[in-house]
């Protein structure tokens, strides 16, 4: 990594995880340069992102907003539950929904949430990155919803998100798993890494 910071011919740097244990993950990814960091996990740039500032964001989180609004369903004044909190996904997906300029009011929930379908209920946009299949159900959301599936499992049947398949029935509007969040993350990746190669 130190050698790839000095290159002037690299724009950008991810670190695939997970990483073996023995490797100290938090060292690895702050060993990065802030600008060449593409996958947005560094301190510095999370750090902008609760300020509200520019910089570069993590790419799922950033894809979900880009496939929010691409889809005709800006998120201003919606009520939107994000279920999962991983640093990854849901908590800079929260941050990025609530900031200025956004302005989704946004629930977070995770697994000591009680009563779950109580809030997803209530949601306009529900987001779930949780890595079980199955945690949201039609039951649990009103008529109209939109689903974001950022989930990605195998199972004996294949690639499945982590809602269930009758979620389709309720939703106005679903994400596919596969072919859903999981392209719109290595788009937002490329977009991350020619703005930084434009920065140089
Ligand atoms: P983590 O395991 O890091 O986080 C899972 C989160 O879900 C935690 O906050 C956990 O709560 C919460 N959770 C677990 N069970 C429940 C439940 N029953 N009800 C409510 N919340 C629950 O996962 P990641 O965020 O890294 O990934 C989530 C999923 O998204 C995975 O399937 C992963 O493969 C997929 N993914 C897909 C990407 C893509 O590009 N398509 C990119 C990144 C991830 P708590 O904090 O309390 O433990």
Not at 20 to 35: F, G, L, Q, Y
Not at 128 to 149: F, H
Not at 190 to 195: F, G, H, I, K
Request: net charge neutral; glycine share 10%.
């Amino acid at each position: 990594i130190n050698d790839l910071n000095k290159d002037n011919s690299v724009s950008g740097i991810l670190v695939q995880l997970p990483l073996p244990k023995h490797i100290n993950k938090k060292k690895v990814i702050e060993a990065i340069v802030p600008e060449k960091d593409v996958d947005g996990f560094h301190p510095f740039n999370l750090g902008k992102l609760v300020q509200g500032e520019p910089g570069l964001r993590p790419c799922t989180p950033a894809g979900v907003v880009e496939l929010l609004y691409k889809s005709g369903n800006n998120p201003s004044g919606k009520h939107v539950v994000v279920v999962g909190r991983s640093t990854i996904v849901g908590k800079p997906l929260s941050l990025l929904l609530s900031q200025k300029g956004v302005d989704a009011t946004v629930t977070l929930c995770h697994s000591r949430t009680s009563n779950l379908e109580s809030f997803t209920r209530d949601a306009d946009i529900v987001v779930v990155a949780v890595g079980w299949p199955d945690t949201v159900s039609a039951n649990m959301l009103k008529s109209g919803v939109v689903v974001i599936d950022v989930g990605v499992n195998r199972t004996d049947s294949g690639l499945v998100g982590d809602v269930s398949s009758d979620v389709k029935e309720v939703a106005s509007q679903l994400t596919p798993v596969p072919g859903g969040v999981g392209p719109m993350t290595v788009a937002m990746l490329m977009s991350n890494t020619v703005d930084s190669a434009l920065k140089k």
